[in-house]
T-cell receptor
Framework: GENVEQHPSTLSVQEGDSAVIKCTYS??????FPWYKQELGKRPQLIID?????GEKKDQRIAVTLNKTAKHFSLHITETQPEDSAVYFC?????????????FGKGTLLTVNP | SAVISQKPSRDICQRGTSLTIQCQVD?????MFWYRQQPGQSLTLIAT?????????ESGFVIDKFPISRPNLTFSTLTVSNMSPEDSSIYLC????????FGSGTQLSVL
């Protein structure tokens, strides 16, 4: 099955700096890659996703890049703010029809220091 | 996105007892899943809740321990049976429309 590795496990940045979280996956059939943000005590929230026919996607301060050849994808957050502090999870799935059997990375605890 | 409600939001249970968690969605959805998040860990898929048929369990999870019901396209339950402290986790239902969304979660502590 799919295996997703996520790095780093913790990341501390100063407010205004950029943050980058990287994930690699093992199943070359995977074609959908979402990112979730989970604040303490809350549910994971989908913040951005990318499909394998796209190399990069951006939404305001958040961007995701995908390299299918190398089987890795990354989350980029620019101009970080304290409210960006949370655990971020990457995930991957070889989508079969409508079956989203996501495999998640272990998560990255991002701390943005004011 | 769908509105997904779970209850209870948290519970403290005694070893050997069972707890049933309910998940209600505000619209009909085909794909509904149950995930477990152990303390400080990632999300692990327990099973796919199939409407009108038995749930499909992932490796390491069995129906006797985690029976699931899915009577219609808006509702599902997960029961955690014969609980032990190792079952202390957050349990999350999720639904797949164009994307995967999570319910509010149930934080379970087993003493």
């Amino acid at each position: 099955g799919e295996n997703v590795e996520q790095h780093p496990s913790t990341l501390s940045v100063q407010e205004g700096d950029s943050a980058v979280i990287k994930c690699t996956y093992s199943d070359s059939a995977s074609n959908y890659f979402p990112w979730y943000k989970q604040e303490l005590g809350k549910r994971p929230q989908l913040i951005i996703d990318i499909r394998s026919n796209v190399g990069e996607k951006k939404d305001q301060r958040i961007a995701v890049t995908l390299n299918k050849t190398a089987k890795h994808f990354s989350l980029h957050i620019t101009e970080t703010q304290p409210e960006d502090s949370a655990v971020y999870f990457c995930a991957a799935t070889p989508r079969l029809g409508s079956n989203y059997k996501l495999t998640f990375g272990k998560g990255t605890l991002l701390t943005v220091n004011p | 996105s769908a509105v997904i409600s779970q209850k209870p939001s948290r519970d403290i249970c005694q070893r050997g007892t069972s707890l049933t968690i309910q998940c209600q969605v505000d619209s009909q959805v085909t794909m509904m899943f149950w995930y477990r998040q152990q303390p400080g860990q990632s999300l692990t898929l327990i099973a796919t809740a199939n409407q009108g048929s038995e749930a499909t369990y992932e490796s390491g999870f069995v129906i006797d321990k985690f029976p699931i019901s899915r009577p219609n396209l808006t509702f599902s339950t997960l029961t955690v049976s014969n609980m032990s402290p190792e079952d202390s986790s957050i349990y999350l239902c999720s639904v797949a429309t164009e994307k995967l969304f999570f319910g509010s979660g149930t934080q379970l502590s087993v003493l």
